[in-house]
């Protein structure tokens, strides 16, 4: 069992930057795939970011290539997303998940999930 909180979301100016971290409850914590996704009003949750547990392979959704970076601790038990450049396209509410395995882009597939943190972005 593992339970995810986000927090760092919050109201940045278009080009500004964000960190996000997401701190997990559980021992087996450095076992989990871990994955970043979002959610805008009206649309659907959308993946943005993973990594492996060993943070060996990390995957991201071109959308946000090359501003976003994800890593973990897990000797905090932590992940997070560092998002630089940001635009109001990026505004939405973000997710961290935990799945055993390897990353995949679909939510369907992750077992556990935090409750969102909220990032909005200003033109």
């Known amino acids: 069992q593992v339970q995810l909180v986000e927090s760092g979301g919050g109201l940045v100016q278009a080009g500004g930057s964000l960190r996000l971290s997401c701190a997990a409850s559980g021992r087996t914590f450095s076992a989990y795939a871990m994955g970043w996704f979002r959610q805008a009003p009206g649309k659907e949750r959308e993946f943005v970011a993973g990594?492996?547990?060993?943070?060996?392979?990390?995957y991201y959704a071109d959308s946000v290539k090359g501003r976003f970076t994800i890593s973990r601790d897990n000797a905090k038990n932590t992940v997070y997303l560092q998002m630089n450049s940001l635009k109001p396209e990026d505004t939405a509410v973000y997710y961290c998940?935990?799945?055993?395995?390897?990353?995949?882009?679909?939510?369907?597939?992750?077992?556990?999930w935090g409750q969102g943190t909220q990032v909005t972005v200003s033109s």
């Open positions: 998940a935990a799945k055993f395995g390897q990353v995949v882009t679909g939510t369907r597939w992750y077992d556990y």
């Open positions: 990594l492996t547990w060993s943070s060996s392979s990390t």
